[in-house]
């Protein structure tokens, strides 16, 4: 979550309520995303704070950001009126500097393989 935190640049994760768990501790809550998607192509510090100290990640996830591509992130960041025209949810500088957070997130974790070895890294399917 930590990386979705970044490629939508949500700088406020951490400030206070935005992250609750349930109270048998089985499912963690992510709320209030609406601070995201500023167009900062690089993510905010805050986020990379936390991301820094992530040492290990899902295969899943590494094969998903590598995936994506701009068509696709494009194609489904749309909605659609009553009319049936349809209307992006993010401008396309909002979708660059996505994509361009999600670049920095596949190099950091090709980084950590590099460093550590693809098993000791990609640890969950």
């Not at 206070?16 to 167009?39: E, H, I, K, R, W």
């Not at 192509?41 to 990640?57: A, D, I, M």
């Not at 957070?101 to 393989?113: E, G, K, M, N, T």
């Amino acid at each position: 979550l930590l990386v979705f935190d970044l490629l939508q640049n949500t700088s406020d994760r951490f400030s206070g309520g935005n992250l609750l768990g349930s109270p048998d501790g089985q499912t963690l809550y992510y709320m209030d995303n609406a601070f995201g998607f500023q167009v900062d192509p690089e993510g905010h510090t805050r986020c990379w704070f936390y991301l820094n100290r992530v040492q290990k990640f899902s295969l899943r996830l590494l094969q998903a950001l590598e995936r994506l591509r701009p068509e696709d992130l494009r194609a489904a960041m749309v909605w659609s009126d009553d009319s049936g025209a349809t209307h992006p949810l993010l401008s396309d500088e909002e979708q660059a500097a996505l994509m361009a957070r999600r670049d920095r997130a596949l190099a950091h974790i090709y980084q950590a393989i590099n460093t550590h070895g693809r098993d000791r890294v990609l640890v969950f399917d």
